[in-house]
Nanobody, 115 residues
């Protein structure tokens, strides 16, 4: 059973930084691309960033240049470094992967950007 657990969220002031982590189990982690999504209150869930098995990252335009996705295959963990956070980044952030055509999600972690 694939299990994804996010951590590292919280309250941060505009311009601040946070690093989210997602620990994966139940999969051969190094084989799979990993993704971050987010859902702001009242909005649909949106894709934020992805990282391939060979660590190539791609980003939504809204976070490009501010967020960095990375992975540590030895720790079965994917990270999202978020810099210069803005109020519009406030959302629940979800870790995701696709295995056998099925999407797996973590429970999400809340990030609040406010002064």
């Amino acid at each position: 059973q694939v299990h994804l657990v996010e951590s590292g969220g919280g309250l941060v002031q505009p311009g601040g930084s946070l690093r989210l982590s997602c620990a994966a189990s139940g999969i051969i982690f190094s084989f799979y691309s990993m993704n971050w999504y987010r859902q702001a209150p009242g909005n649909q869930r949106e894709w934020v960033a992805s990282i391939t098995s060979d660590s190539i990252g791609t980003y939504a335009d809204s976070v490009k240049g501010r967020f960095t996705i990375s992975r540590d295959n030895a720790k079965n963990t994917v990270y999202l470094q978020m810099n210069n956070l803005q109020p519009e980044d406030t959302a629940v952030y979800y870790c995701n992967t696709i295995l056998g055509g099925r999407m797996f999600w973590g429970k999400g972690i809340t990030v609040t950007v406010s002064s």
